[in-house]
């Protein structure tokens, strides 16, 4: 039984950090690959980065560029998303996903994810 938790979310003010972390069990996060994606009320869910586990690989939506930085723990099971500098439309409620892809591009594409989580809220104020 595959099962992704995510934690970490919090309301935060512009600016400010926050790391979100995603504890995999069920599924070996080795040579696998995880994304983070997000959706804010009203909008449609869109990527916000992906890593491949296997190399390391990691890729980001613009929007998040420079500020947002993916890890993942091989040994814990668990992914993380650090969060920089966030800003207003950072809000919105995150979703860890995994799956089996290690086509770089393709890491950002909610389609290429068998198993997502519950999600977990990230509220940023000014």
């Known amino acids: 039984h595959v099962q992704l938790v995510e934690s970490g979310g919090g309301s935060v003010q512009a600016g400010e950090s926050l790391t979100l972390s995603c504890e995999v069990s069920?599924?070996?996060?080795?040579?696998?690959?995880f994304g983070w994606f997000r959706q804010a009320p009203g909008k449609e869910r869109e990527p916000v980065a992906g890593?491949?586990?296997?190399?390391?690989?990691?890729t980001y939506a613009d929007s998040v560029e420079g500020r947002f930085t993916l890890s993942r723990d091989n040994a814990k099971n668990t992914v993380y998303l650090q969060m920089n500098r966030l800003r207003v439309e950072d809000t919105a409620m995150y979703y860890c996903?995994?799956?089996?892809?290690?086509?770089?591009?393709?890491?950002?594409?909610?389609?290429?994810?068998?198993?997502w989580g519950q999600g977990t809220q990230v509220t940023v104020s000014t």
């Open positions: 069920g599924y070996t996060s080795a040579g696998n690959c």
């Open positions: 996903a995994a799956g089996t892809q290690n086509i770089l591009f393709r890491l950002l594409v909610a389609n290429e994810y068998n198993y």
């Open positions: 890593i491949y586990t296997g190399d390391g690989r990691t």
